[in-house]
């Protein structure tokens, strides 16, 4: 969905546009169950938070800010709230990072296309498994969301520069990690 349609789709839901909000659901329930799958494996948790996001969207539509750009909002509104919960119920990650982000073999699999030798696979997977949660999360979101730097740092609470230091780390990471940088970066540079 361009900018433009998701804009035009905010207005008419906050103007009081019921159907808007169902069509806001069916167009970012799925990215939004996926990206809160990588804070909790707790599917219903999930799915749980993503309902009452909407509630409060149906609750509060027309007191809602005016200009938003509609998917780094929700996505932002669903990491808080899964983070509150988790963080209510003593789920939160005790290795000393503030939140849990997973990157599992399904989403490396995306990084990786088919024509790339199993020891690069394995490579790059021992390389990701290493990262810590916000490097995993600053790579779905640039690779798999294909969010830019702006909307990186809203949804993670960094400043632009931070996003594009934290960003530019992991890449760095990942390139020593892996023994064959020169593959790694044209895999990343083709998403």
Known sequence: MSTEAEKKLWNSFRQGNKDALKSIYNTFADVLFNYGTKFSADTDLV???????????????????????LRPYLMVSLRRRILLRLKETNLMNNDGEKEKFS??????EKLINAEIQEEIKSSLKNALNNLTSREKEIIYLKYFEN???????????????ATRNLLSKTLGKLR????NTHLLSSVLLSF
Not at 148 to 161: D, H, W, Y
Request: no cysteine; net charge negative.
């Open 47 to 69: 799915q749980d938070e993503i309902h009452d996001l909407f509630i409060y969207l149906f609750e509060k539509g027309k007191s809602l800010s005016v200009e938003v750009s």
């Open 103 to 108: 990157l599992d073999l399904s989403f490396e």
């Open 147 to 161: 969010l830019n730097s702006v909307e990186i740092s809203n949804i993670m609470q960094i400043n632009n520069q």
């Open 176 to 179: 020593t990690m892996v023994s």
